[in-house]
Structures are given as C-alpha cells and as structure tokens.
C-alpha cells in the first residue's frame, strides 16, 4: 500500500544545499550526474585538468558524505528542474550523464537541455538501442557502452576545454597507474554513429607551445 501512494513533491523535486558563495559563482563548469564510479572519475579528471564541476546524485547518504567534504553535490532527480537550476545548468558548458538508469537518462537529456541549449551534453547509454532516441532530444554525444570505453569521454570532455592532448594522455596514464584497470587505450576512430556528424566537422587539436 506505501508503495503505491504518490511520491512527495519535496522528494521529486529533490533538495538544495546552502553552499558557501564560491559554489554559487560556479561559471562555464562542468555539471556530472551519478556520483557512481564513473563519477567519481570523472570528478578525479575534473580536479587533474582544474575544469570547475558540481555534481548532482540521487543517493542521500552519499550526498551528506560529499557535503562533509566540501564537495560542490546536489541531492535530487537530475531530470527535475530545480535540481539542476540549483546545479548551475544556465551557466554550465558541459553536462556528463553517469547514471546507469537509461529511463532517467531520456527526462535528464530532456531537461538539460531545455534549460541550457547551448550546453555540451555527453550521455553514456548501455546498449546502442537508446543511441538514436537520445539524439533526438538534442544529445549531443552518446558514448555507447557496447564501444567505447569511459576514458573516451574524458579525453572529449577535456578537450572541449581546451586541454591539451598531450596533458589528456598524462591524465590516462596517471589514472591507470593508480589502478583505473577498467581503462582502455584512447581511441581516435570514430564510431560508425559518429561518423556521419564528423564528416562535416573539422577536428581541432590543442598543443600547448613551451618557450625554448
């Protein structure tokens, strides 16, 4: 009988944190939702590269454990609008979905990007079943499990920043010395779902010029 009653609206709409001012003037950041694994590397990366993040997860007890670490974390559903307003989305450059719920994925892509449509949204999807659908809510990369191991999605997440691919690689490497096994090499080739969109793209690498 719990089950079926309907879920209150403070728990739908998900709870905001005071956060101490610096939190607040987050700018160009990076927003990640799912504070998982794949979060928290994500977060690791962030920090290696100093790109500005907030993180938003739907589990309380990680969420108090992160606030007691001064972590910029906000609880909630990110497909609800107010969590990702308190998250900063109008004035964030990139979203990264970690979730590995591929139903919250499509009312996160959904609201992302009706709150920010000029933000750079990279979704991971398990199966290639969602690819197409999540494109069409204005996903602008879909890293697909069945291809793509996640250390793709730093080296495009950082280079959309700006970082060097040379400084890329140092970052991979220095995850996989400290265990990250799960990581692949980097791969440059395309997926045949990508293909068609990069065909009229041209590809900008970053170097960084050191005085002799």
Known sequence: TFLKRPMPK????????????????????????GYGLNGRNMVRASKMARIPYSIVDFNPEIVRKEQRRN???????????????????RRASVVVVAVPDAASTFGIAATARKLNPAAYIIIRSRTTRDMEQLYKLGVDEVISQDFEPW???????????????????????????????MFRSLSFQPSNVEL?????????????????
């Open 71 to 89: 972590e910029p974390i906000f609880y909630g559903d990110a497909a609800s609008e107010p969590v990702l307003l308190a998250a900063g989305i």
């Open 10 to 33: 403070l728990l739908k709409r998900g709870l905001r944190p005071v956060w101490p001012p610096r939190h607040e003037r987050l700018n160009k950041h990076m927003i990640i939702v």
């Open 196 to 212: 068609k969109d990069l065909m009229t793209q041209v590809e900008i690498a970053t170097f960084r010029v050191l005085p002799r």
């Open 151 to 181: 250390v793709e999605i730093f080296s495009r997440v950082l280079a959309r920043y700006l970082v060097p691919r040379d400084e890329i690689e140092q970052m991979v490497a220095d995850i996989r010395s400290d265990g990250y096994g």
